[in-house]
């Protein structure tokens, strides 16, 4: 069980990594010109570095750590996406990320083949 919740909290720090470091990336894109562009995009590319350092700290199998990952990231993406863009998710969103959550739940706790 501890072993579970270690990973939860890493996967809820990577992802909070990789959403908020893809979000400076599209702000120095979309949002910035010239020299303005460059902060956001090297902060971004940090913040992406330590998201895939901080995923690959979890105690288990890549293969399973990806699914949870996957749901962990879909709730997050919708906080950083409604927090920096306030993008609201529709109905199309929530059911597909229904589907994306259980579907990360069957590959990281499914026991079909053993």
């Given at each position: 069980?501890?072993?579970?919740?270690?990973?939860?909290?890493?996967?809820?720090?990577?992802?909070?990594?990789?959403?908020t470091?893809?979000?400076?990336?599209?702000?120095?894109?979309?949002?910035?010109?010239?020299?303005?562009?460059?902060?956001?995009m090297?902060?971004?590319?940090?913040?992406?570095?330590?998201?895939?350092?901080?995923?690959?700290?979890?105690?288990?199998?890549?293969?399973?750590?990806?699914?949870?990952?996957?749901?962990?990231?879909?709730?997050?993406?919708?906080?950083?996406?409604?927090?920096?863009?306030?993008?609201?998710?529709?109905?199309?969103?929530?059911?597909?990320?229904?589907?994306?959550?259980?579907?990360?739940?069957?590959?990281?706790?499914?026991?079909?083949?053993?």
């Open positions: 069980m501890i072993r579970y919740l270690i990973v939860i909290g890493l996967l809820i720090v990577a992802t909070t990594l990789e959403t470091g893809d979000a400076l990336v599209r702000i120095g894109i979309y949002d910035r010109v010239g020299f303005n562009r460059l902060m956001p090297i902060l971004g590319a940090i913040l992406l570095f330590g998201y895939g350092f901080i995923l690959n700290l979890a105690p288990l199998p890549f293969e399973r750590v990806v699914g949870l990952y996957i749901a962990t990231l879909f709730v997050v993406w919708q906080i950083v996406s409604y927090i920096t863009f306030k993008s609201i998710p529709n109905l199309t969103i929530l059911c597909g990320g229904g589907l994306i959550i259980i579907g990360g739940l069957v590959v990281s706790f499914g026991n079909f083949s053993e």
